[in-house]
């Protein structure tokens, strides 16, 4: 039995890992899907202050309350990010990173100096979150209507540092991981050079998926396959 802890990028929460989850706990697997601070069913608690650390401090204080050890690692989009932090703060609970079509920056790198968005957010003091006529024109628009009705009811306002501030400092790009990058061929963001400096940087697994942004949700058998090799 393997351990997976599945971390959402912005928007989401928890819910976008649910086709992927049921698939894994099906096979036998232990499987966490949380939602993180000020994110989805947590949105009521959003604040200033909420940031990437803050997330990644969650993330590893959950594999030391529950316990897990050997975890396979798992982040989307924007929780990319998340796992680079998580994984250097609980580095001997690690067994293996996956980036799922996600963003691994540098410290001191921004997340809007790499992904190229549409139109801009709308954004508070707190949040941000895309535009009505954005959401409508490009969230989850490769999926079915059902599917995209489904999870454009759940999206919620991102905390505004946790994905637009600079990435925090951190050894996580001076150290050696296992780890695999999935690349989403139909997905515009993040770029494909992004990916594939994370993978020459971590020496990583190289799979593409031919499908959008949303594996998880266009593709679960697939993105499933390739997260249990």
């Not at 039995?1 to 096979?27: C, D, E, S």
């Not at 036998?28 to 604040?47: I, K, Q, W």
């Not at 895309?130 to 599917?147: G, K, N, V």
Request: neutral net charge; hydrophobic residues 45%; charged residues 25%.
């Amino acid at each position: 039995m393997a351990t997976y802890v599945l971390i959402h990028g912005a928007y989401q929460g928890g819910w976008i890992w649910k086709l992927v989850a049921t698939r894994l706990r099906a096979a036998g697997h232990l499987v966490f899907a949380p939602s993180l601070d000020g994110c989805a069913e947590r949105h009521h608690l959003v604040r200033a202050g909420i940031t990437v650390g803050t997330h990644a401090r969650e993330v590893a204080q959950l594999l030391v309350s529950e316990d897990l050890t050997d975890v396979v690692l798992v982040g989307t989009s924007s929780g990319g990010m998340v796992i680079v932090k998580a994984a250097e703060l609980a580095r001997d609970r690690i067994g293996r990173l996956v980036f799922v079509d996600a963003l691994a920056l540098m410290p001191g790198e921004r997340v809007d100096a790499i992904v190229k968005r549409a139109a801009p957010n709308e954004t508070t003091d707190i949040t941000t979150f895309p535009t009505r006529a954005d959401q409508e024109s490009r969230l989850f628009r490769d999926l079915d209507d059902r599917t995209r009705a489904w999870a454009l009811a759940r999206i919620t306002p991102h905390p505004l540092a946790a994905l637009e501030a600079p990435m925090e400092a951190t050894t996580f790009w001076d150290q050696a991981w296992p780890a695999t990058v999935i690349r989403c061929r139909r997905a515009t963001n993040p770029p494909e050079h992004h990916q594939r400096r994370t993978a020459e940087r971590l020496k990583a697994e190289w799979h593409e998926l031919d499908t959008g942004h949303y594996p998880m949700l266009s593709e679960p058998e697939a993105l499933t396959r390739l997260l249990l090799g």
